[in-house]
């Protein structure tokens, strides 16, 4: 067995504790996991400014400094005694260093980690502070400054060393950034041999890529700024360039062959349909209807995702594209990830099916038997035209006559397995798609997971449509926000209440939901006529219904609940959104959160509740939720904020792909090549099938380039 992949990490420091650790922390088992986790970040040693060059507040900057003193600052200012034999950290709030080099002093700042932080900035050390200087006070100082231990290189002569990925669990186990590195360099020695070459000798020479036992080497210890441009442009070309490989051949291998049903006609329930609109469809909801149509008349299948941000009209684009279908003789289904979701859409599409003959359905998992057999033989005889439903439509005794167009509504819930499985459903050959979505996609990040998918934008809102008024607020104004709510709902309107789930602490999260909820029910009571609804993750499929109910009907005028409200339940009359603990909420989430209310005519509101202190990356989040309401305008930020080493950000963001060192919203340019290139490539080897290509499939089977949620609609 080679080092590479022996599922123990025999390196000296690493006991079955720390193993554990990094598996569980960083998702590293083996070597080969460990030497493919990149630094995000380089510390230059030539690179090192003296405190009193300090002027500007934009930049970063580096000061190699020797700790001087340090205070620790509870509520108020008060000082904390640290002379005492014991230190009570849990009082205080805030840790000031102060370090010295030999051009002056510089203080920096803790609010948080204050304890660990206290034990390792002992007087007379040195460190190397990095961060955003900004003024205070005249002075300035450095909060939450990343701080490294100065250090000489333990392989090569470099001047560079990298910083790591981190977590607070790693570093208080010892597993430092320092002990990283020696970890890496323990880690290289053993199994640089083993490295061998990925990529084909051709696409070497043409990119001018260097051999990659190099770009492993360099990318972790570089020898100097050329080597670590060429490493880190090797290994960003080859990770952008497999994913666009893989994704294009799928989009080559099904346009040639599989065909799709051939849709020439309109038809008459589609005019009728349109006719009796209540309103003019949006430029975009006709420009994307045209895009739809001109797929369904081709004779291949069309893979069609349709984003648009919440709000946008997405269902009636939905709905007029199944009655193509129909009008061509075929039957459709509409797929939504919620039961609550799957009876709006059905109690929307039924009105609009008014002015047609359309026989519409609804199949959920609480449809009676009889319903069942009904929608079963209404499925199988053909007379059901458009099925609405859950998960139900994929169990296997659901059959169509012929099912021509499946919609699918937010996809990110539907696995490639489920829909797989309806695709098995028709006559044979398999259904047109349309996949839809509310989660704005930058353009990059569009090009590169759907690489394989026609991507649709409704990039227009209805007319009429009044923005959210948005604003944060501090805890101490919650007075004011609950005589707020009192009064839209003494107007007839409802709020929500969301509180943040998170993963890691997910027990103390559901403590402070329901003490939150407590709180609510306390200041508004059932006597005085309120209606409290609460949703959360722990409850039974009934009680999320029952809850979800109640608020949408209208017999809950509060409902309090983590983020399951994020897809797309529609309560026109809800007019406040109010997020809670709202810093610890990534921008896309907020954004989906706040497409929740401002559906109806009313002036609607967002507030957003913050902790006293947030980081400064935090608070420009919701300084960008304050001043925009585009989508598109907050996925593009959210992706230049986010940085690379950022990992927490990421899992988050629910992206499909996880890149390892590319970064899709700075290396557009190295994406653009590496499409550009993968193209070239398939233009001469479709399939992939020359001896010069094989290293290439063996890379391509690897899961990382077979996206599990998006890419593979068929
Ligand atoms: P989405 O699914 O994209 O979030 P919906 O399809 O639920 O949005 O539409 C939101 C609301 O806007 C619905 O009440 C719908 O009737 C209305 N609507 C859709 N298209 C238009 C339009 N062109 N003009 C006015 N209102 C529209
Ligand atoms: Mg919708």
């Known amino acids: 067995m080679r080092e590479l992949d022996t599922d123990r990490m025999y390196l000296s420091g690493v006991g079955p504790k720390r193993a554990e650790l990094l598996k569980r922390e960083l998702g590293i088992n083996t070597l080969s996991d460990l030497i493919h986790l990149y630094p995000f970040r380089y510390i230059d040693r030539s690179g090192i400014q003296t405190v ?10 580096q000061i190699k400094g020797t700790v001087k003193s340090r205070t620790l600052y509870g509520p108020q200012s008060s000082i904390v005694p640290t002379d005492t034999e014991k230190i009570h950290f849990n009082a205080a709030k805030r840790l000031s260093v102060i370090v010295k080099d030999e051009t002056g002093e510089m203080e920096m700042v803790f609010f948080k980690g204050i304890k660990w932080n206290w034990e390792r900035l002992q007087p007379g050390r040195v460190f190397i502070f990095f961060g955003r200087p900004q003024e205070f006070n005249g002075r300035f100082n450095i909060v939450h400054p990343e701080v490294d231990v100065p250090q000489e290189g333990n392989m090569g002569q470099g001047v560079m060393t990298g910083v790591y990925p981190s977590t607070e669990k790693l570093r208080n186990s010892g597993i430092t950034g320092k002990m990283m590195c020696r970890l890496q360099s323990a880690a290289l020695s053993l199994c640089l041999p083993e490295i061998t070459e990925t990529l084909p000798q051709y696409v070497m020479n043409d990119n001018g890529l260097c051999p990659l036992p190099y770009a492993i080497k360099n990318i972790h210890f570089p020898t100097d700024g050329y080597a670590l441009q060429k490493a880190s442009y090797r290994l960003k070309f080859e990770e952008l360039f497999l994913l666009q490989l893989s994704l294009l051949k799928q989009k080559f291998i099904r346009s040639r062959n599989e065909n799709g049903i051939p849709m020439p006609k309109v038809g008459q329930d589609f005019n009728d349909c349109y006719n009796a609109l209540p309103y003019r469809l949006t430029g975009a909801q006709q420009r994307v209807i045209k ?19 919440v709000g946008s009209g997405k269902t009636m684009v939905a709905v007029l594209s199944c009655l193509i279908a129909i009008g061509n003789g075929y039957q459709t289904c509409i797929m939504a990830p919620t039961e609550v979701l799957a009876q709006q859409h059905f109690a929307n599409i039924s009105r609009y099916l008014i002015p047609t003959g359309v026989r519409c359905a609804l199949l959920t998992g609480s449809s009676t038997a009889k319903e069942r057999r009904e929608i079963h033989s209404g499925l199988e005889d053909g007379s059901i035209g458009i099925i609405v439903g859950t998960h139900a439509l994929l169990e296997d005794n659901v059959k169509f006559l012929r099912l021509g167009l499946a919609v699918i509504d937010e996809q990110h819930r539907f696995g490639v397995d489920q829909r797989a499985r309806l695709w ?50 501090n805890p101490s104004r919650k007075v004011a926000m609950f005589r707020f709510i009192k009064d839209q709902i003494a107007l007839g309107r409802q709020v929500f209440v969301v509180y943040p789930l998170i993963f890691e602490s997910e027990k103390m999260d559901l403590e402070n939901l329901e003490k939150g909820y407590e709180e609510i029910v306390e200041r508004f009571p059932l006597e005085d006529g309120y209606k409290v609804a609460i949703v959360h993750g722990e409850q039974t499929p009934e009680q999320k219904n029952f809850n979800m109910d109640a608020f949408a009907a209208g017999r809950a005028q509060i409902l309090v609940s983590t983020t399951v409200i994020e897809v797309g339940v529609d309560v026109p009359n809800a007019s ?3 997020i809670q603990s709202a810093q610890r909420f990534g921008l896309s989430q907020l954004h989906q959160l706040r497409g929740r209310v401002g559906r109806g005519a009313d002036e609607s509101y967002c507030i957003l509740v913050k902790d006293y202190k947030v980081s400064k990356e935090s608070q420009q989040r919701l300084d960008l939720m304050c001043s925009t309401q585009d989508g598109f305008e907050i996925a593009e930020e959210d992706m230049k904020m986010r940085g690379p080493g950022d990992l927490e950000g990421t899992q988050q963001s629910g992206m499909p792909i996880s890149l390892n060192i590319a970064s899709l919203s700075k290396d557009g340019l190295i994406l653009n090549q590496a499409r550009e290139y993968a193209r070239k490539v398939l233009a001469g080897d479709p399939t992939l099938e020359s001896k010069e290509n094989a290293a290439l499939v063996s890379e391509l089977r690897k899961e990382k380039y077979n996206p599990k949620d998006y890419s593979k609609i068929s």
């Open 291 to 309: 895009e739809i149509r001109s797929d369904l008349v081709s004779g291949r299948q069309m893979n069609r995702l349709l984003q648009g941000d």
């Open 576 to 578: 406040v959104m109010v």
């Open 52 to 61: 009193a060059s300090v002027s500007g507040t934009n930049a970063s900057i």
């Open 424 to 473: 098995s459903k028709g006559p044979g050959v398999p259904p047109h798609v349309l996949v839809m979505t509310a989660t704005p996609i930058p353009r990059t990040l569009a090009m590169t997971v759907y690489g394989d998918l026609d991507v649709s934008v409704i990039d227009e809102m209805p007319p009429g449509r009044k923005p959210v008024k948005t604003m944060q607020i």
